[in-house]
């Protein structure tokens, strides 16, 4: 049995907006057997441009049952019945939401008659309902009002039945299809193109502007994740409705999924990606010249277009960093505000102060010292690269890394001798660097056996 259903609401999202009209067919398979409809009070106010659109009114819901009142009906039609409608994920969550409100589960197999006339009446220019009743002859009276839209999709549904030669309807209700849960604009085919491997994918818009990007380590199973359940949230509902193609980029290694993603998510900026927007606020030392000439390191927190001559994650890390420096070049705790008091210097006291703060050092030769620093800060950083799996059985990925940066990643033949990072970076695309690639390569190094070349 089918429950044909159609319904009106105040708003696009479940979880926050109401119902105003619904209307259930119950067919057969041949004709209808059961129908109920009724209009329903929201319980507020219905925005103007809905009672526009649909033509129900305050007034002519302000007498009406309350959801609470018919959910019992509503649900005894649905329950066990095979729910169908026309953009069905849209009817189902607003229904199931609303029900799980009321004390009742709603579990039912779904069919879309958008995704069904797409394969059964292909090369149609639109299949929304009012186009495609035009194109089929189907008589639509009262349209975006829940009974006629319903009664038009029942005979939509008959039409599809009678035309069906190669078993479509079957194919979706099939236990493993996953093609109901899709979003609605999506074809399935894209979905079952997807490689099962590691790499980054992107969901794109109606206009193909990349609206999300993530990465995987199989990107077909990572994809269809995305659209298994119907959450009723208004964020889920419209990044749901928003997809309408996806591509991909396959990559050798999930890590360098989890770097190109950071790129790909600065690079694009998508509007679903929220997580790696945010400015990270790690810390770094930065180096200034006071107003007496004394060049000043100084620990502070990492922020937006400012540029540290060394990063780190903890600020304790950076303490310890600056000590060791102060002790080798023999610089000034003062100037390098690890000492902040009005006491006496206490690098004068342990000799590895030579009077900066005191102007008893002319700057030049202390800034001398302070220069020296950076650079030693700079030659202990290491320059490696991360062999690992490539795409295909005859090369091998390669993410580089040059004095503590990354530098960039690629494919190597496996039949070429990795033997420096100059001859390397014939084989790598250079991309731009970030905190988040560099933190998760020093985690990846520190903890994994991956094969590491070093060079000087």
């Known amino acids: 049995m089918y429950a044909i259903v159609d319904i009106e609401t105040t708003g696009g999202h ?3 907006g109401c119902i105003t009209e619904i209307a259930i067919f119950v067919h057969d398979g041949q004709e209808i057997v059961e129908h109920f409809e009724t209009l329903v009070n929201p319980g507020r106010p ?3 441009y809905i009672q526009a659109l649909t033509g129900i009114t305050d007034d002519m819901v302000a007498d009406a049952p309350p959801f609470e ?4 009906r509503v649900f005894e039609l649905l329950q066990g019945q095979i729910f169908i409608a026309h953009n069905v994920n849209f009817d189902y969550s607003f229904l199931r939401h609303h029900l799980d409100g009321c004390g009742y589960t709603l579990q039912a197999k779904k069919l879309c008659t958008v995704r069904l006339s797409r394969k059964v009446f292909p090369g149609f220019p639109s299949y929304s309902l009012g186009n495609l009743c035009r194109q089929l002859n189907i008589n639509i009276q009262q349209r975006h009002r829940a009974s006629g839209d319903a009664l038009a999709t029942v005979q939509l549904f008959e039409r599809l039945m009678a035309a069906d030669s190669q ?12 093609e109901k849960w899709l979003p609605l604009h999506l074809p399935q085919e894209q979905v079952a193109e997807l490689p099962s491997c590691p790499g980054v994918y992107y969901f794109h818009n109606v206009k ?8 995987a380590r199989d990107i077909k199973k990572r994809v269809t994740s995305h659209f298994t359940g119907n959450s009723a949230g208004r964020q889920r509902q419209e990044f749901i409705r928003n ?3 996806i591509t991909y980029e396959k990559t050798g290694t999930e890590l360098m999924a989890f770097i190109l993603e950071s790129i790909e998510i600065r690079r694009l900026w998508p509007q679903y990606n929220n997580a790696q927007k945010r400015i990270e606020f790690r810390y770094g030392i930065y180096m200034f010249e006071d107003q007496q000439g004394y060049l000043r390191l100084a620990i502070e927190k990492r922020r937006k277009y400012t540029h540290p001559v060394f990063t780190f994650n903890l600020l304790a890390d950076g303490h310890q960093l600056m000590r060791e420096l102060i002790r080798e070049f023999r610089l000034c705790p003062k100037l390098c505000f690890l000492q902040t008091d009005q006491d006496a210097c206490t690098g004068i006291a342990e000799k590895t102060c030579k009077g900066a703060c005191e102007k008893k050092e002319k700057p030049v030769r202390y800034n001398k010292r302070v220069l020296t620093a950076l650079e030693s800060l700079q030659a202990r950083q290491p320059s490696f690269a991360i062999l690992d799996a490539g795409r295909m059985a005859t090369e091998q990925s390669c993410i580089l890394m040059e004095k503590g940066k990354f530098y960039g990643m690629g494919y190597v033949p496996r039949d070429v001798a990795v033997s420096d990072g100059a001859m390397l970076k014939n084989w790598l695309i250079q991309y731009p660097e970030n905190e988040f690639i560099r933190n998760l390569l020093r985690q990846y190094t520190a903890s994994k056996t991956a094969r590491l070349v070093s060079f000087q």
């Open 69 to 72: 009142e018919v959910a019992a």
């Open 46 to 48: 219905i925005p103007r």
């Open 243 to 245: 997809i309408h193609r």
């Open 14 to 16: 479940a979880s926050a």
């Open 208 to 215: 193909g502007k990349v609206v999300y990007v993530g990465k």
């Open 167 to 178: 078993g479509a309807i079957a194919q979706a209700l099939h236990g493993r299809s996953r």
